[in-house]
Every structure is written in C-alpha cells, then in structure tokens.
C-alpha cells in the first residue's frame, strides 16, 4: 500500500511537469537530418512542436540504453536459466530419493557397530 501511495506520490507531479513542458514548447521548430543545409525559411525539411522532438530523442535514448543493458546481461540469464534447470533437476532427485523404500541395513557395518 506504501509503494502505492509514494508511486501516485510521484507519478501525479512527474505527469504534470510532462504535461505543463508540452504546453510550454508548443512552437514549431525546423527539422532537418542534413547538417551541411544552412538553417533558413528556404532549407528542406518539415516542421513539429519542440516537445515532440525532444519527447523522441528521449525515447531513442531510452531505448538504446535499454537494448544495450539487455543484450550485455544475455549471458547472466543464460546462467540462470542453466541454475534454474540443475535446481529442478536438483529437486526431482531429492524428492526421488526421498519417496525410495529405505535399504535394510549393511550388516558389515552392524558387524563394526558391535565391535567398538
């Protein structure tokens, strides 16, 4: 209930904040992916809100960082997957040996019981 109240806690102002920004950066601004163009009325490309490409710069950089730390740890969870396997693998063994009937007694080992 705690982690609850304290995520609406921050997930309210944090939507706010997104909220007032997009509203506050609505002026187009000129997009252009060609560097070498001089910057004017005249040079190609389209104009969106700044907020829209602020927002997608954001989530490609989001996105990357994300792939990259998913393709980086691709090797801890082929290790845990291996874990998890050798655990059940692990489980079924002892609960096979556990249900087995007991073996009687070796009675070399009676034997060796009486003499000390």
């Keep these: 209930m705690r982690k609850r109240i304290v995520g609406w806690l921050v997930l309210v102002p944090l939507c706010l904040l997104v909220l007032v920004f997009a509203l506050a950066n609505r002026h187009q601004v000129a997009v252009n992916f060609n560097p070498l163009i001089a910057v004017d009325e005249a040079a190609p490309g389209?104009?969106?809100?700044?907020?829209?490409?602020?927002?997608?710069?954001?989530?490609?950089?989001?996105?990357?960082?994300?792939?990259?730390?998913?393709?980086?740890?691709?090797?801890?969870?082929?290790?845990?997957?291996?874990?998890?396997?050798?655990n059940e693998r692990l489980a079924a063994e002892l609960d096979a040996a556990r249900r087995a009937p007991a073996r009687p007694a070796d009675p070399a080992l009676l034997a060796a019981d009486d003499l000390a």
């Design 46 to 86: 389209f104009g969106v809100p700044l907020f829209l490409v602020i927002y997608a710069v954001l989530f490609l950089g989001i996105s990357l960082g994300g792939l990259a730390v998913w393709l980086t740890q691709g090797a801890h969870r082929r290790a845990e997957r291996r874990l998890r396997r050798d």
